[in-house]
């Protein structure tokens, strides 16, 4: 029994690729080793945002030796159909015997085959395994014919301690890796999982994609509650980070005071959706003007310079939110319907305009028939997609449907 170690390296891998990729690497060489009979443990895929990592432990060294069963011609087939099936088997030593099924008699060869190595049934596979990767999208790399997420740059592959023999895009297998791009660049050597995963961590990188996401938690948290604030929960947005970094530090900045009038929802989306900061918020829930950025290095300076970058980045988007939210109150959302004429909703349906007419006429509709308030519910109908034509929409996609709230609140438009 012998250990498998495969190690795909590359440019950076997106974040929502990672975990459904090493999954189908697993997938995929498990599969090679189950087809083939072959006895193997448990398999345990990683992935960083270079890298993607598969060990299986206890796999044979060989297949076992199996009988094999060939049906052929009929009794009564020419002589060189008999030849021929006989040939094809590609062994001398067999025996062969007739066997009668509903159609007539039959040649039937059974033979011991014997069992084929592991090592070279492996390098026979994983190109293929390689090759037919289910990328949700992938790129060539300079004149190969073949795909991968980004360009690949090494493959590890080891079986025993010993390297396999493999080629792909271009790339020959070894039992060199490299560790963290800025902090330790260097290629190493390896000879197994254990001493991988030893050689990794003082290379910088943390192989274990959990490990990295409870590293980002638990100084984020001690980062906030060094302010008197808490880290407010964001399960989507730690598992992201787990993937853009493979040495976790988190770095704590501050947001100016003179744009926490802005709505909170712009805030987040700033820091969240455009640069992947961690909000921070004090005990009633209400967000801070801190945030948490997560740095790839460990900088001589602690991380002000980053720090002090991160700041200059957010407060140019929120210098752009809060020209958008103090031009936008300017207008009203019933004066913003002439500007939905030009857009199109749908080529056989119309523009927006006539879309809200729609909606206007069918609120109305509703309300009555439900002895609501009809000039209410046709008047919400009616302004429902007038911010998609604001500014802070037009910057901000995501918070169509929340800023026209905020501008109807601004009108003293009945809430109701």
């Known amino acids: ?105 039959f040649l039937v060869a059974r033979f011991t085959e ?121 399960e989507k947005l730690l598992d992201e980070l787990k993937g853009l970094v493979e040495w976790p530090v988190p770095l704590l900045g501050q947001i100016d005071e003179k744009f926490m009038e802005l709505p909170e929802e712009v805030l987040v989306t700033s820091m969240r959706e455009h640069q992947r900061y961690l909000a921070v918020e004090d005990g009633d829930g209400k967000l801070a003007p801190f945030f948490i950025t997560v740095a790839n290095i460990e900088a001589p300076d602690g991380g002000r310079a980053i720090v002090e970058g991160n700041e200059r980045v957010l407060r140019a988007r929120l210098w752009d939110a809060k020209f958008f939210w103090d031009l936008d109150r300017r207008t009203s959302l019933e004066d913003r319907l002439a500007a939905l004429e030009p857009m199109v909703f749908h080529a056989e349906l119309g523009t927006l305009r006539q879309k809200v007419e729609r909606m206007e006429r069918l609120a109305g509709w509703l309300a009555e028939s439900c002895s609501a308030d009809q000039k209410s519910a046709q008047l919400a109908a009616r302004l429902a997609k007038a911010d998609l034509v604001t500014g802070m929409v037009g910057e901000f996609p995501e918070l169509q449907g929340v800023m026209g709230g905020y501008y109807a609140r601004h009108e003293g438009l009945d809430e109701r």
């Open 114 to 234: 014997k069992g084929q190595g592991t090592r070279a049934l492996l390098e026979a596979e994983l190109p293929g395994v390689l090759a037919r990767f289910p990328w949700p999208k992938s790129m060539r790399q300079g004149d190969q014919d073949t795909r991968w997420v980004r360009p690949l740059h090494g493959i590890l592959a080891l079986f025993g301690g010993e390297t396999l023999t493999i080629s792909f895009s271009g790339v020959e297998s070894g039992n060199t890796t490299r560790g963290h791009r800025f902090l330790a660049p260097a290629s190493f050597e390896v000879t197994g999982f254990a001493d991988y995963v030893a050689k990794l961590e003082e290379a910088r990188v943390v192989l274990d994609g959990d490990r990295r996401r409870g590293t980002i938690f638990a100084k984020a948290k001690e980062l906030a509650e060094g302010q008197g604030l808490r880290l407010r929960d964001d």
């Open 1 to 105: 029994m012998a250990e498998l170690l495969i190690e795909l390296f590359s440019e950076e891998i997106p974040s929502r690729m990672q975990d459904r990729a090493r999954e189908d690497l697993a997938a995929g060489v498990v599969k090679i080793l189950d087809d083939a009979g072959l006895a193997h443990g448990q398999a345990n895929s990683f992935a960083t945002p270079r890298r993607i990592v598969l060990v299986i432990d206890g796999v044979a060294g060989e297949q076992a030796d199996r009988e094999v069963e060939r049906k052929g011609p009929r009794v009564d087939a020419p002589e060189k159909a008999r030849e021929g099936f006989l040939r094809n088997l590609g062994v001398t030593d067999y025996r062969l015997d007739e066997v009668e099924e509903k159609k007539g008699r």
